[in-house]
């Protein structure tokens, strides 16, 4: 059994930061972040194999996101950059407790969620 708890979303201006956590219990594998914009598909944004660090990205954040975990706090982290208004949406932590290399940006591979924090870019 894993349990998510999402923090660190808000309101921030185009080209700005902000650092997404997910403090999680139990010991999951893979872990990732997804996100979910009104009217659209939920998308893998970033995830992680626990085992060996091994990360993917979505290609639309690749360079601006950085997806990371300090094992000392069982925190899963999404430091997020150079922000536009096409990243606002609702930010989910995900795990499951299946090993894949590099993790997964397919939904069905996670069997726990947090649930949700709100990121809005807007000026």
């Known amino acids: 059994e894993v349990h998510l708890v999402e923090s660190g979303g808000g309101l921030v201006q185009p080209g700005g930061s902000l650092r997404l956590s997910c403090a999680a219990s139990g010991y999951p594998q893979i872990m990732g972040w997804f996100r979910q914009a009104p009217g659209k598909e939920r998308e893998g944004v970033a995830s992680?194999?626990?085992?060996?660090?091994?990360?993917k990205y979505v290609d639309s954040v690749k360079g601006r996101f950085t997806i990371s975990k300090d094992n000392a706090k069982n925190t899963l982290y999404l430091e997020m950059n150079s922000l536009n208004p096409e990243d606002t949406a609702s930010y989910y932590c995900?795990?499951?407790?299946?090993?894949?290399?590099?993790?997964?940006?397919?939904?069905?591979?996670?069997?726990?969620w947090g649930q949700g924090t709100q990121v809005t870019v807007s000026s």
């Open positions: 992680l194999d626990i085992i060996d660090g091994e990360t």
């Open positions: 995900a795990a499951d407790l299946t090993y894949r290399y590099g993790g997964s940006l397919s939904s069905y591979h996670y069997d726990y």
